[in-house]
């Protein structure tokens, strides 16, 4: 993994959160979190990141709302969303990329699925 790699990791749940910048931390990212929708949206107004993992059931705004509102404002350009859930049926899938996700990461997370998921998204080098 080359240095400067730039992920936001967004999640309410403060473990989920470490686990996934630890992850990537060890994989050579540097990693910046954020608790909630709007406070990924607002870090993401002033800086922009490689990587997105996105929580889908956060309260307020979702992890679809804030995907929406990235690409319908042109946030990060040129970075991936990942939408970051527990949520993995088969319409779930579907509705997660039709909403603009690059990708998707089941939780329970692994070094595997999270060295996986960059690989899907490009992002492995």
Same mark, same amino acid.
């Given at each position: &993994?080359?240095? $400067?790699?730039?992920?936001?990791? /967004?999640?309410?749940?403060?473990?989920?959160?470490? =686990?996934?910048?630890? =992850?990537?931390?060890?994989?050579?990212?540097?990693?910046? #979190?954020?608790?909630? $929708?709007?406070? !990924?949206?607002?870090?993401?107004?002033?800086? @922009?990141?490689?990587?997105?993992? %996105?929580?889908?059931? #956060? +309260? $307020?705004?979702?992890?679809?709302?804030? @995907?929406?509102?990235?690409?319908?404002?042109?946030?990060?350009?040129?970075?991936? %969303?990942?939408?970051?859930?527990?949520? !993995? #049926? +088969?319409?779930?899938?579907? *509705?997660?990329?039709?909403? $603009?996700?690059?990708?998707?990461?089941?939780? +329970?997370?692994?070094?595997?699925? #999270?060295?996986? &998921? %960059? /690989? @899907? /998204?490009?992002?492995? *080098?």
């Amino acid at each position: &993994m080359s240095a $400067g790699k730039r992920a936001l990791v /967004v999640d309410d749940n403060e473990v989920n959160r470490l =686990l996934a910048g630890r =992850l990537l931390t060890k994989a050579g990212w540097h990693v910046e #979190m954020a608790e909630d $929708g709007a406070q !990924a949206l607002a870090w993401m107004a002033r800086n @922009c990141a490689d990587l997105v993992l %996105l929580d889908i059931s #956060m +309260p $307020g705004l979702s992890g679809e709302d804030v @995907c929406r509102t990235v690409r319908a404002e042109h946030l990060c350009q040129g970075g991936k %969303l990942v939408a970051y859930t527990a949520h !993995a #049926m +088969p319409d779930e899938r579907q *509705q997660f990329l039709a909403c $603009g996700f690059d990708a998707i990461l089941t939780k +329970p997370i692994s070094k595997a699925t #999270m060295l996986e &998921m %960059l /690989v @899907c /998204v490009g992002l492995d *080098q």
